[in-house]
């Protein structure tokens, strides 16, 4: 018996929320009780150390959000903005030592929930979907993912010349 196509991409989306969700209640019990999944998403964009330009098109979202969330990020200290070292004119987003603080137990938390998952349906099954997974996606690391799911992302296609594309 077939199980109705809807139903993929919803279990998907949960699987994602209660992956993520667990992982934050970890965070939270860290000490990072602040931190939100757009949080840990704007981070891996900074890496270690971006323009504002350069986060927003990592995550997919304009210029304005991506200023709006490194604000955020400040606030939380997360990051700090300082001048690149090789060009004094640019303003590069770096994070602190706190924020590699979140990070490291941001990885710690995922690891728990990829253990627990481990202990609910077994490796074999859980690497086999992760596999599938793998296999079935264009870029299991993209960092736009909540901007898509929120509508934020440029979905527009860009000519190369970085003109875009209303047709």
Known sequence: ???????????????????VDEAHRILADQGFPEARPRDGFAMQAVGDG???G?????LGVSKQAAAKTIARLVDLDYVAIGHDPEDGRRRLVAPTLRGHAMLHASAAAFRSVHTAWEQRIG???????????????????????LATLNGDADDQQKHPSGRRDTT
């Open 50 to 52: 971006s323009t504002a």
């Open 1 to 19: 018996m077939s199980r109705p196509g809807y139903e993929l991409p919803l279990l998907l989306l949960d699987g994602f929320r209660e992956a």
């Open 123 to 145: 490796t074999a099954r859980l690497d086999a979907m992760l596999d599938d997974l793998a296999s079935l996606t264009a870029s299991p690391t993209r960092l736009d993912t």
């Open 54 to 58: 350069e986060i927003a098109t990592t």
